[in-house]
């Protein structure tokens, strides 16, 4: 049996904090090239939930790593065993404080103290929805991911969503690619960039890319929900790539930086990870013609993780009725609250 120690990451943040809102309206000014939309921080109320689930779906956990900017839910049991209550100022460095932007707090995460070398980063978005086993993260020492590779599924540039992550995974793609050839990486591990995990369109899409003899990766198949790493990963990319990475922690978002997928990507390029075919993996964008998949997702049996992600498409006006819908569905599904409560 595998007596893995496997920690959880988890980051919030309280936009209703009057603190962070005065913080947030003097350093955000009138910088105009910053990435300062609402959806970024909208606080829907739903955290509890997520305790809950990790509480009922993941008792085997380690620890779990609360990261704030300071100011932690009011309803948060802090003496509790497996608790770690994590503030930016303990692993950022202080010149980058405060920040406002999730891509500073996600490429420090290594520099958490006490976090175990394996552990699972979440955003407060992403739910367990099933019970899950530690080896639905990691086997043999690695983290299980699917490196399906991407050729058809270009990124486009938008001016309307121009902070979305499509010039960050094209980023990141391009300094593995500094780091790597595939070829060289694809001789040490057949089993991992050809084999049946992939699915049928992966291995064509391996085999194609082979074939033509790309001496690159072009990009992966994204996956906005939970991810599981190796510390030691974070610390060789930071080796490899101080500046760039120290370049990418700003106080608000920009349009092109190196992201968290970056360390995925290098955990991949590394073949530090075990091969498998991720099932019962949802994303939803939370908007008002989502409302009755999002509930259905939620109740769904075979959906072991689910992401309800913010975005622009969700109006102020939409905000209200269906925050009120996801609080009374996950009230039904996690009526009784957790030990991480008061």
Request: glycine fraction near 4%; hydrophobic fraction near 35%; charge should be positive.
């Amino acid at each position: 049996m595998d007596n893995t120690k496997i920690d959880f990451v988890v980051t919030w943040l309280d936009s209703n904090d009057p603190e962070w809102q005065k913080d947030y309206s003097r350093y955000k000014g009138d910088d105009s090239q910053a990435d300062t939309g609402r959806a970024r921080f909208r606080e829907w109320d739903l955290f509890h939930f997520w305790f809950r689930a990790v509480e009922q779906y993941a008792p085997w956990v380690n620890k779990v790593f609360l990261v704030t900017n300071g100011t932690f839910p009011k309803w948060i049991n802090p003496n509790h065993p497996k608790l770690v209550l994590v503030k930016h100022e303990d692993y950022i460095p202080h010149e980058l404080l405060p920040t406002f932007n999730s891509r500073t707090i996600e490429l420090y995460m290594h520099k958490i103290p006490g976090l175990s070398e394996h552990f699972v980063y979440f955003n407060d978005d992403c739910y367990l929805n099933q019970p899950v086993k530690p080896s639905y993260y990691f086997r043999k020492g690695l983290p299980c991911d699917r490196n399906k590779e991407t050729v058809f599924n270009v990124a486009r540039y938008t001016p309307e969503d121009r902070y979305n992550t499509f010039l960050s995974l094209l980023a990141s793609v391009s300094v593995v690619n500094g780091h790597f050839r595939r070829p060289a990486v694809i001789s040490k591990s057949l089993r991992r960039w050809f084999g049946p995990h992939l699915g049928f369109s992966g291995v064509l899409i391996s085999l194609l890319v082979t074939c033509y003899r790309f001496e690159r990766f072009v990009g992966f198949k994204t996956r906005h929900v939970e991810q599981p790493y190796l510390k030691t990963i974070f610390e060789d990319a930071w080796k490899a790539e101080p500046e760039l990475l120290r370049s990418s922690c700003t106080r608000f978002r920009e349009e092109s930086s190196l992201t968290i997928y970056f360390f995925r990507y290098w955990q991949f390029a590394s073949n530090k990870f075990y091969p498998v075919n991720l099932h019962g993996i949802n994303k939803i964008q939370i908007r008002k013609e989502n409302v009755h998949r999002m509930a259905e997702a939620l109740h769904n049996k075979k959906t072991k993780s689910l992401c309800l992600n913010d975005c622009h498409f969700c109006t102020d006006n939409d905000f209200v009725p269906i925050q009120r819908v996801l609080k009374e569905e996950f009230e039904k599904k996690f009526p009784v609250k957790s030990a991480y409560e008061l």
